[in-house]
């Protein structure tokens, strides 16, 4: 739609342009003439950024990472109750947390864009609190749990977790990698502590002050909330060409509709061990063995991870895609070799340490490489569509786990399972050769070129050094 303007001339970057007319008035479609600032990639309200994403991510995914401390109380009531299907009934309640975090995102990704960062991440973090809050009101009936545990907490995560990754767009370009590194490495530091807390507390205060404790915890984003406020220059004009708020450009580009399908088919058991650990160690191994350890272990070297592999991601001609092919294939492989080590807890350590160094080196990747595929204006909605992909895998791995678990009394097939689909996605992501990367028009179109252009799979040259071939050079 058209819309009028009075002046004869606009000014628009320090330049008048005069507007082409139609009869008498005077209509120009406005673009958005303003340039992005470039990010300054350090100060003190980068600082704070990256603080606050750290934060907003150490909590969500540290409380979703840790379920599986609260799944074995869940588990034992509903045994106590005499309900059937304990098992899957238990590890839906988490699995829903996370399937709704991430089936939620797409929408996240486009509220972001409507109603800004900051709102959009307060929002969250007041709807995970809350819905934590209620669950310490009904924390004996698995129905009620699915609705505000499962659903409203995924969905608070969902409006706060993809605008604590979109942020950092604004602040940070030449050290995205490793910022992303340290932000993401949030979850496992929280995932490290928070089994001994909830533990804890679960002893001496019961389930109810539990939750509460929690609620209280992802209140905390709200406050991270205020760190968010992009740099980008504001818009001088008044009358706009309505436009609609989903970004369509992202559809159009072949490398990342190809990565965005891929990775959720490559996750259907990505979830698995974090939701059944303790129980996998409370049936194969002796008494004495605590099993938060192997997942305080994976949050360990997950943290370690994402700080190395995302401080090696920014190093030129390094491959962003081909890291994230390496640490599918690792976790597929420690998945299927995890029943392997029935009776040998050491063994169960190492596996879960190697585990978690892997999964944080494709954790820290999916940010960039977002970025990298569809530019900064583009990567939000890009990280949520693809974080709304793998809603479904991460919902249903757990669940049919347990289901297996229920009628087999052994998680050696679903572990073994769980193990199948990253693999299966390392070989596929090499047929992203295959497609034409992305023109320089299209992330013109979507804000600023990535810092890395992508030539093929095998070489990503730094824009800064001008080693770009003809072809994917600035313009």
Excluded at 29 to 35: A, G, V, W
Excluded at 68 to 78: A, C, H, T
Excluded at 215 to 223: D, E, S
Aim: neutral net charge; charged residues 15%; hydrophobic residues 45%.
């Amino acid at each position: 739609m058209d819309v009028e303007v009075n002046e004869s001339f606009l000014k628009t970057n320090g330049q008048k342009h005069q507007v082409t007319t139609n009869g008498n008035k005077a209509k120009e479609r406005f673009e958005d003439d303003d340039q992005d600032v470039p990010p300054p990639d350090g100060g003190t309200r980068a600082l704070l950024v990256m603080f606050g994403s750290f934060f907003c991510n150490g909590i969500l995914f540290g409380v979703i990472n840790t379920y599986s401390v609260l799944y074995n109380e869940i588990y034992e009531n509903l045994n106590a109750q005499n309900v059937t299907d304990a098992s899957s009934k238990a590890a839906l309640v988490g699995s829903l947390a996370m399937g709704t975090t991430f089936m939620v995102s797409p929408v996240a990704g486009v509220l972001t864009d409507a109603i800004g960062i900051r709102v959009t991440t307060f929002l969250g973090g007041f709807i995970a609190s809350g819905g934590m809050l209620l669950s310490s009101f009904c924390s004996d009936n698995v129905y009620a749990l699915y609705v505000t545990y499962g659903v409203m907490y995924g969905l608070g995560c969902a409006l706060a977790y993809t605008p604590s990754l979109a942020i950092l767009g604004h602040y940070y370009k030449r050290y995205m990698g490793i910022v992303n590194g340290v932000v993401t490495a949030g979850s496992s530091v929280f995932t490290m502590a928070l089994p001994h807390i909830i533990d804890g507390v679960l002893k001496g205060a019961g389930m109810v002050w539990t939750l509460r404790l929690l609620a209280l915890l992802a209140a905390g984003i709200m406050g991270a909330a205020t760190f968010f406020k992009p740099i980008q220059k504001k818009k001088k004009q008044t009358k706009i060409e309505l436009k609609s708020i989903v970004n369509l450009d992202i559809f159009r580009n072949k490398r990342y509709l190809f990565w965005s399908i891929v990775l959720p088919l490559s996750l259907f058991g990505y979830f698995v061990p974090y939701v059944h650990m303790l129980k996998f160690v409370k049936e194969n191994f002796s008494s004495g063995e605590d099993g938060k350890w192997p997942v305080i272990c994976i949050g360990i070297t997950s943290g370690i991870g994402r700080l190395v592999f995302g401080y090696i991601s920014d190093l030129p001609k390094v491959n962003r895609i081909l890291m994230q092919q390496a640490s599918l294939l690792v976790i597929g492989g420690v998945s299927i070799a995890l029943p392997s080590t029935k009776g040998s807890f050491p063994t169960l350590i190492f596996m879960t340490l190697l585990l978690g160094l892997f999964d944080g080196c494709f954790i820290s990747m999916l940010g960039p490489i977002a970025f990298d595929l569809c530019g900064q204006k583009g990567a939000t909605q890009a990280i949520g569509m693809l974080l709304g992909l793998c809603s479904i895998p991460l919902t249903l791995g757990p669940y049919i786990a347990g289901i297996m678990y229920d009628h087999t009394s052994s998680y050696d097939l679903a572990f073994r399972l769980a193990g199948i689909p990253p693999i299966l996605g390392c070989c596929l992501l090499f047929f992203m050769r295959c497609l034409e990367t992305p023109s320089p028009k299209h992330h013109q179109q979507n804000g600023k070129l990535p810092e890395k252009c992508q030539l093929d799979d095998n070489s990503s040259e730094t824009l800064g050094n001008n080693s770009c071939s003809e072809d994917t050079a600035p313009v």
